[in-house]
Nanobody, 120 residues
Framework: QVQLVESGGGLVQPGGSLRLSCAASGSRLTINAMGWYRQAPGKQRELVARIPTGGTAEYGNSVKGRFTISRDDAKNTVFLQMNSLSPNDTALYYC??????????????WGQGTQVTVSS
């Protein structure tokens, strides 16, 4: 079983910053990519940022230049540094990992979500 545990969400004022973390755990897993998606009320889930193992990060258009994704592969952890936050960034943020496991193949795993609220 693969578990993704997120942390770092909360309430922040416009223009502020937050850092999200997500740690993946499980036995004999190979992580192919990790990333973050978000879903605001009444909207579809959208890509925030993702980074393939050994690859280049990609970002959703609305966060380019403000958010930075990084990984600590030794700890199977992905981070999202969010700067210059605006109310439009308010959403439930989900951690995602594309994982290969023996006998289970490759599939997506999702965290429970962490709420980010940007408001004065």
């Amino acid at each position: 079983q693969v578990q993704l545990v997120e942390s770092g969400g909360g309430l922040v004022q416009p223009g502020g910053s937050l850092r999200l973390s997500c740690a993946a755990s499980g036995s004999r897993l190979t992580i192919n990519a990790m990333g973050w998606y978000r879903q605001a009320p009444g909207k579809q889930r959208e890509l925030v940022a993702r980074i393939p193992t050994g690859g280049t990060a990609e970002y959703g258009n609305s966060v380019k230049g403000r958010f930075t994704i990084s990984r600590d592969d030794a700890k199977n952890t992905v981070f999202l540094q969010m700067n210059s936050l605006s109310p439009n960034d308010t959403a439930l943020y989900y951690c995602n990992a594309v994982v290969t496991r023996i006998f289970y193949g490759t599939r997506d795993y999702w965290g429970q979500g962490t709420q980010v609220t940007v408001s004065s």
